[in-house]
């Protein structure tokens, strides 16, 4: 979703946008992507990078494509800006390519000052690295003010692809009150979530991003998860 966001918000401004998904969920890649979005599932496909302004790496997915790439294409004269994001502190996804990153990289982010921190000892070049906050589509501030009272009984919307056992048995005390309880993530309704979704309900019980939808759209949000 951030990588998506962002090639969304690129697009709003007029930016011819590229993807490079090494993935073999390409079915829900294709389903989600915009249709002006140019997208590449194979590593030969992908032009070389110096016909471009911008490379953004998540993931570490560039290192399947420098063999492919020319020593002139990645440094010479008409080299990109490289910026590379990581987006935890713990998922093998998000460790450094050490080789790599240092040497290419413009800039490098991170989603979080643990995340900073852990990224911070791998190698040399890896001291400066900015935090990048974790941004909320404009759409979704356009429902401020435009907020339905509560009533006595609650529209709570839980999102979530995990939820632990405590929050899995609340949720059922509430039901049993006759609260109404929406279901978001695996287990449950599964696609992107829309600001709809936030405006019928009375508040939200979620982590990650979901969390700053919440709060654009000014809906009172409750943070837990594990």
């Given at each position: 979703?951030?990588?998506l966001?962002?090639?969304e918000?690129?697009i709003?401004?007029?930016?011819e ?5 090494a993935?073999p969920?390409?079915q ?6 915009p ?14 990078f ?6 953004y790496?998540?993931?570490q997915?560039?290192?399947t494509?420098l063999r ?6 990645l ?6 800006v490289y ?5 935890s502190?713990f998922s093998p996804?998000?460790q ?10 413009d800039?490098?982010l991170?989603?979080s000052?643990?995340t900073?921190r852990?990224l911070?000892?791998f190698?040399?070049?890896f001291?400066?690295i ?13 429902s401020?003010?435009q ?13 979530s ?5 405590e929050?899995?048995?609340a949720l ?5 009150d ?12 599964s ?12 508040a ?11 709060m ?6 409750y943070?837990?998860?594990?």
């Amino acid at each position: 979703l951030v990588a998506l966001e962002l090639a969304e918000g690129l697009i709003a401004r007029s930016w011819e946008v590229s993807f490079y998904i090494a993935s073999p969920h390409l079915q829900f890649a294709r389903a989600k992507l915009p249709a002006e979005l140019t997208l590449y599932t194979e590593a030969a496909d992908v032009p070389p990078f110096n016909l471009f302004d911008l490379v953004y790496v998540q993931h570490q997915a560039h290192a399947t494509l420098l063999r492919r790439q020319s020593l002139d294409a990645l440094t010479g004269p008409a080299r990109p800006v490289y910026i590379f994001a990581h987006l935890s502190p713990f998922s093998p996804f998000e460790q450094p390519h050490a080789a790599s990153e240092p040497i290419l990289a413009d800039l490098i982010l991170a989603n979080s000052p643990e995340t900073a921190r852990h990224l911070s000892g791998f190698a040399k070049g890896f001291e400066q690295i900015e935090v990048m906050p974790n941004p909320s589509p404009a759409a979704f501030a356009a429902s401020q003010g435009q907020r339905p009272a509560a009533g006595p009984k609650l529209r709570l919307l839980s999102v979530s692809n995990h939820r632990p056992p405590e929050l899995r048995a609340a949720l059922a005390r509430l039901e049993e009150d006759h609260h109404k309880i929406i279901r978001f993530g695996l287990g449950a309704t599964s696609r992107r979530l829309r600001l709809d979704d936030l405006a019928r309900a009375d508040a939200v019980i979620t982590i990650g991003k979901t969390v700053q939808y919440a709060m654009a759209a000014g809906c009172p949000v409750y943070c837990y998860d594990h």
